[in-house]
């Protein structure tokens, strides 16, 4: 499994970036997909999660309303378009690709493919 993370970049407050993350596996359509940062001298975290289907997504609180997770199985790629950004989100992104069940997809235990990341900097 390869997972191929991008759009990051150098961003002021309040402006957007569209994170892409292809994935090299088998049948797309069987994994919940999750993005999860990690910002310098912090632990990684959950930031959203995707069912299977894309019908059910889950929000971390501090990116509801400025977030979205989406995927499209037909291209294996999971999308974050992040909008309002602040420096708060600064922080390498990491999709992450699991068989878990859904309910579990915010536990960062549970996924044992990460990729590279994307480096995400917002200036303020």
């Known amino acids: 499994v390869q997972l191929q993370a991008s759009g990051g970049g150098l961003v002021q407050a309040g402006g957007s970036l569209r994170l892409s993350c292809a994935a090299s596996v088998f049948n797309f359509r069987n994994y919940v997909m999750a993005w999860f940062r990690q910002a310098p001298g912090k632990e990684r975290e959950f930031v959203a999660s995707?069912?299977?289907?894309?019908?059910?997504?889950k929000l971390t609180d501090s990116v509801k309303g400025r977030f979205t997770i989406a995927r499209d199985n037909a291209k294996n790629t999971v999308y974050l378009q992040m909008n309002s950004l602040k420096p708060d989100d600064t922080a390498v992104y990491y999709c992450?690709?699991?068989?878990?069940?859904?309910?579990?997809?915010?536990?960062?235990?549970?996924?044992?493919?990460w990729g590279l990341g994307t480096q995400v900097t917002v200036s303020s």
């Open positions: 995707i069912n299977r289907s894309g019908g059910s997504t």
């Open positions: 992450g690709l699991t068989s878990i069940i859904y309910s579990r997809s915010t536990e960062a235990e549970q996924y044992g493919n």
